[in-house]
């Protein structure tokens, strides 16, 4: 019986010697950096993949055939401007008008320019009532990226002059 007395005060004691414990000992964080090789291939790695979209049903035309054959223009235009999104960012200008302290309008727009050349089509499907577009588009593949590295393009042919 004289535990059961003491059980409250035994019980306080034992969770603060338990906390003072756990608080003095040295917390060990292992922190495990990218190796050389690691960060080469993360830099070397430039590619990108974008997703459009379009409804089938709200496309101009008269049959279903050509509301889908405008649904695929459509997406892979939406891919293309969110590959340039990607690629060179985008431009955003924003402008609010207020009447005394109230907001009277709220306007955010959006500009992307860019060429995108190379990138190619890894799928394209009707999905419920979307079609869908994927892109991709390989840096390291592209025509332009010997020139980004420093490198001169190597021919070869010879040219004579």
Do not use: W
Request: proline share 4%; aromatic share 8%; glycine share 6%.
């Amino acid at each position: 019986m004289i535990i059961s007395r003491y059980y409250p005060s035994l019980l306080v004691l034992l969770c603060s010697s338990t906390l003072l414990i756990s608080a003095c000992t040295p917390i060990s964080h292992t922190l495990s950096l990218p190796t050389q090789e690691e960060l080469k291939e993360q830099t070397n790695t430039h590619t990108f993949t974008a997703l459009g979209y379009a409804p089938v049903a709200t496309q101009n035309g008269k049959t279903l055939e050509e509301k889908i054959l405008n649904a695929i223009k459509a997406s892979k235009l939406d891919a293309y401007k969110e590959m340039a999104e990607q690629v060179y960012g985008v431009l955003l200008s924003s402008e609010t008008q207020l009447s005394g302290v109230h907001i009277q309008s709220y306007r955010v727009k959006s500009q992307v320019k860019g060429l995108v050349r190379g990138a190619r089509v890894l799928k394209s499907y009707h999905k419920g009532k979307l079609y869908i577009t994927e892109l991709v588009l390989d840096m390291q593949g592209s025509p332009y990226s010997n020139m980004s590295s420093g490198k001169t393009p190597q021919y070869e042919k010879p040219i004579y002059y």
